[in-house]
């Protein structure tokens, strides 16, 4: 938990300081940006963030007010949303990508030996394969 919690909270620092973006807003819109059309119902997207509802709805509602999201009604369900990124916000995650990357390698890859970077890399595939539904594998973008 700890060192998790620690990368966490400096690839959160160093997007907010630098884009001005948390990095759960990064991951909306890098999860967006890769789905097909650029958008995702919102459901889907809860459940690719690990957010409730509420969670993404309130997430959204941030990022629709810096003009990087847009919300449409679903075309299949028009009961259902959908959250579409934007051209701005696909510029906001080309400008932020480089500064989260450079955190990754820093706070993550550089304290593994490179030895150990293929057991690592297979560990946490099979952690994620075992924790991931069918619907949650399914919204991953690898």
């Known amino acids: 938990m700890h060192a998790y919690t620690s990368v966490v909270r400096r690839l959160d620092d160093d997007l907010r300081r630098e884009h001005g973006l948390s990095l759960q807003e990064y991951g909306a819109l890098l999860h967006l940006a890769r789905a097909p059309e ?20 309130r997430l959204i509602d941030r990022l629709e007010a810096d003009g990087l999201v847009a919300r449409h009604a679903c075309p299949s369900d028009a009961r259902g949303a959908e959250a579409a990124i934007t051209s701005a916000g696909v510029a906001r995650l080309r400008d932020a990508a480089p500064t ?40 991953d973008p690898r």
Do not use: C, N, Q, W
């Open 38 to 57: 650029r958008r995702l119902r919102m459901t889907r997207l809860s459940e690719a963030l690990l957010l409730s509802k509420s969670g993404v709805t």
């Open 100 to 139: 989260h990357l450079r955190g990754i390698e820093t706070y993550f890859l550089d304290a593994i030996p490179e030895d150990d970077l293929l057991v690592v890399e297979r560990a946490l595939d099979r952690v994620a394969g075992a924790g991931a539904s069918p619907s949650s594998a399914e919204a």
